[in-house]
């Protein structure tokens, strides 16, 4: 059974700092990794994909990186903004016909003007 | 473009009520979830549909039922409500083929008292 796991769970940065999450999986066999946005109250929305052929993502100051063999994936947000506050949670999509995702707890992040 | 829509957004139910959750997207794909998220957790699957008339069970099934008698609706079924079924429950949906990103709703947010 695939469990994903998200450290930290919460992380405080000032306005302007790189930094990484990071995310592992217990099952390499997995089709793709996505990692999601979630504001307080809200849905989810769709920040990068990297499917299992593929090594990393990019999306303007965001960077995904995938590493099956050791079963990691990081999140690179660079010049973080307040606006960045949020929850960032991945998840891992099985490799077998249903397709569903695996959610870790998320990571809380809190980004100090 | 509206993607998933779930409706309704809020919800208080009483215990031993019934109701339905309903999800709708526009995008002809053929997999769609529900997913229910508990405060401070990550997302865990309740049922899928692989296409019309084709649902199974997920991690958390017991005490909800779907069916999806077309691609573009996928309702969730809640029969005697209880105070555990209490969270925010999403829809989703993806295509089994190409870059497989899963698209969510807004959620509803439920409450059982």
């Known amino acids: 059974k695939q469990e994903v796991t998200q450290i930290p769970a919460a992380l405080s940065v000032p306005e302007g700092e790189n930094l990484v999450l990071n995310c592992s999986f217990t099952?390499?066999?997995?089709?793709?990794l996505q990692w999601f946005r979630q504001d307080p109250g809200k849905g989810l929305t769709s920040l990068l994909l990297?499917?299992?052929?593929?090594r990393e993502q990019t999306s303007g100051r965001l960077n995904a990186s995938l590493d099956k063999s050791s079963g990691r994936s990081t999140l690179y947000i660079a010049a973080s903004q307040p606006g960045d506050s949020a929850t960032y949670l991945c998840?891992?999509?099985?490799?077998?016909?249903?397709?569903?995702?695996?959610f870790g707890s998320g990571t809380r992040l809190q980004v100090q003007p | 473009n509206a993607g998933v829509t779930q409706t309704p957004k809020f919800r208080i139910l009483k215990i031993g009520q019934s109701m339905t959750l309903q999800c709708a997207q526009d995008?002809?794909?053929?997999?769609m979830y529900w997913y229910r998220q508990d405060p401070g957790m990550g997302l865990k699957l309740i049922y899928y549909?692989?296409?019309?008339?084709?649902?199974d069970k997920g991690e958390v099934p017991n005490g909800y039922n779907v069916s999806r008698s077309t691609t573009e609706d996928f309702p969730l079924r809640l029969e005697l409500a209880a105070p555990s079924q209490t969270s925010v429950y999403f829809c989703?949906?993806?295509?089994?083929?190409?870059?497989?990103?899963?698209?969510f709703g807004q959620g509803t947010r439920l409450t059982v008292v």
């Open positions: 989703a949906s993806s295509v089994t083929t190409g870059s497989t990103e899963a698209f």
């Open positions: 995008m002809n794909h053929n997999y």
């Open positions: 998840a891992g999509a099985g490799d077998t016909g249903r397709r569903a995702l695996t």
């Open positions: 099952d390499s066999a997995i089709y793709n």
């Open positions: 990297i499917q299992s052929s593929q």
């Open positions: 549909s692989v296409g019309a008339g084709i649902t």
